[in-house]
């Protein structure tokens, strides 16, 4: 089967630096996601790691462990239009004519950003 | 270049009826996938499109059916609704087979509400 764990609610201040973590268990692996989420709107996309170490997208950065199933999203320099839920998201093959595979979402990590 | 567009973006039927949704990938993107997304849920897979052919389904019964048409915009067609089938349904669209770090850009949704 698959599971998606990632905390429910992180609170934190305007400027400060959160780290989201996600950890995860599938029976394969094509890479994970990292989605914002407004309320009433759809997913963005916001990163991508399909090897092990860091991606760095300005202010947004992503980490991934395949061996320990394990990734975080490191936000920084905290605005309040951060305040949104994110989204681990896992990705498996699905095979024949795609490489593409399914996204296997957790259900979405509510970031509050005080004044 | 365009990006997914998706129609309704309300509706509301009530339980029995049948709904079709619809959806535009972004220009260039062969492959179609079907999420919903249920309040306080992370989205769920239900199916996706490649080249006109369903080739991977979540775990969902076979009243939630889709098409894919040449210019690859699709449908995702719901009968006999439930007032479970209440939820967020996104659409998702992405380069064919070679685009191995593509990520998944969706559309901004169609909230069906089923009373």
């Known amino acids: 089967g698959q599971n998606i764990d990632q905390p429910t609610e992180m609170t934190a201040t305007e400027g400060a630096i959160v780290q989201i973590n996600c950890t995860y268990q599938?029976?394969?692996?094509?890479?994970l996601f990292w989605y914002q989420q407004h309320a009433g709107e759809a997913p963005t996309f916001l990163s991508y790691?399909?090897?092990?170490g860091l991606e760095e997208k300005g202010r947004f950065s992503s980490f991934l462990s395949r061996s320990k199933g394990y990734s975080y999203l490191l936000l920084k320099e905290l605005q309040m239009k951060d305040s949104a839920s994110y989204l681990c998201?896992?990705?498996?093959?699905?095979?024949?004519?795609?490489?593409?595979?399914?996204?296997?979402f957790g259900r979405g990590t509510q970031l509050t950003v005080w004044p | 270049e365009t990006g997914v567009t998706q129609s309704p973006t309300h509706l509301i039927k009530t339980r029995g009826q049948q709904v079709t949704l619809r959806c535009s990938s972004q220009?260039?993107?062969?492959?179609v996938s079907w999420y919903q997304q249920a309040l306080g849920q992370g989205p769920q897979f239900i199916f996706q499109?490649?080249?006109?052919?369903?080739?991977g389904r979540g775990n969902f019964p076979p009243r939630f059916s889709g098409l894919q048409f040449p210019n690859y915009s699709s449908e995702l067609n719901v009968n006999a609704l439930e007032l479970d089938d209440s939820a967020l349904y996104l659409c998702?669209?992405?380069?064919?087979?070679?685009?191995?770090?593509?990520?998944?850009?969706f559309g901004n949704g169609t909230r069906l509400t089923v009373t």
């Open positions: 998702a669209s992405t380069a064919g087979t070679g685009s191995y770090n593509s990520p998944l850009h």
């Open positions: 599938t029976s394969g692996f094509n890479g």
């Open positions: 790691n399909v090897l092990d």
């Open positions: 998201a896992v990705r498996d093959y699905l095979g024949r004519g795609s490489t593409l595979g399914r996204l296997y």
């Open positions: 220009s260039g993107h062969n492959t």
């Open positions: 499109y490649y080249r006109e052919e369903e080739n």
